[in-house]
């Protein structure tokens, strides 16, 4: 198998430690791609590749996480995608790598490859992205969004009603993504501002690709969203259904049940 190697030097970003056999009898080999931990990789987004390479071991699958930078080469065979949020310059490192490895991106997200794009990567997986001078940086085009970069930071707790339930993260964006006809959203808004702060929408979802802005980071957080992934993952991976393992998630749903339940509180009063 060609592709970047997992390795790492201590004092950058990576969660390719987090490669490992499954807990019990292996079901299977996943492929996890981080892209760009260095660039695109802040508010907590590492602990979500952490996560997710973690429960898809607890399930009964081996793991590998590649960590994908720019300039090296995607592995033959990704099965999941994750991809974090970055500063403008961030963002400005990785687009002609990005370009470089659209055409394959666009046919893996066809193809059903499950992939979370959160904040600046969600961005750069929409249509263009406009700055506040009027500049337009074209995007990927595989969520059918455009975000417009403008001078209101939209920063605090954010809930969601979605198809796996209420999920909770943290949202710190300027940019005001703005969905296209058809486009449907991750799920809608119940405290926070999502995607805009003006249309009651948060994210994008178009089959198993999904952006937003939910940082925390997000998926130790909710579980159910993490599986959802997970299983589109290991089934292409195995071109089996997905056998979940038994993971005892008291402790998140708890969180969750107790954030979500302060931050509605919140909205309701304000």
């Known amino acids: 198998m060609s592709g970047q190697s997992s390795s790492h030097s201590s004092n950058e970003p990576s969660a390719a430690d987090a490669s490992g056999p499954a807990v019990g009898a292996s079901k299977g080999l996943v492929n996890l791609v981080h892209l760009y931990p260095r660039e695109m990789s802040i508010y907590g987004d590492l602990g979500n590749v952490r996560c997710l390479a973690g429960r898809i071991r607890r399930h009964g699958y081996d793991v590998r996480v590649w960590d994908h930078h720019p300039g090296s080469t995607l592995p033959d065979e ?97 940019g005001s993504t703005v969905l296209a006809p058809g486009q449907a959203p991750l799920g809608r808004v119940l405290a926070g501002n999502g995607n805009n702060g003006s249309d009651g929408t948060e994210g994008a979802r178009t089959d198993n690709v999904v952006g937003c802005y939910l940082h925390g980071p997000a998926l130790p957080a909710n579980p159910p969203l993490a599986d959802a992934l997970i299983a589109a993952a290991a089934e292409h991976a195995t071109g089996r259904p997905f056998e979940p393992g038994e993971l005892d998630d008291t402790l998140a749903d708890e969180a969750r049940t107790r954030q979500i339940a302060r931050l509605l509180k919140t909205a309701k009063a304000s």
């Open 78 to 174: 990704p099965h999941l995608f994750m991809g974090g949020g970055g500063q403008d310059s961030g963002q400005g490192r990785v687009e002609e790598d990005l370009a470089a490895i659209a055409d394959r991106l666009r046919g893996l997200a066809t193809d059903g490859v499950p992939m979370l794009m959160i904040c600046g990567m969600y961005q750069l997986f929409g249509n263009a992205f406009i700055t506040v001078e009027g500049q337009e940086l074209p995007g990927l085009g595989i969520l059918d969004v455009t975000t417009r970069g403008n001078a209101k930071r939209m920063i605090g707790g954010l809930v969601v009603d979605t198809e796996w339930g209420q999920v909770v993260g943290f949202e710190n964006h300027s």
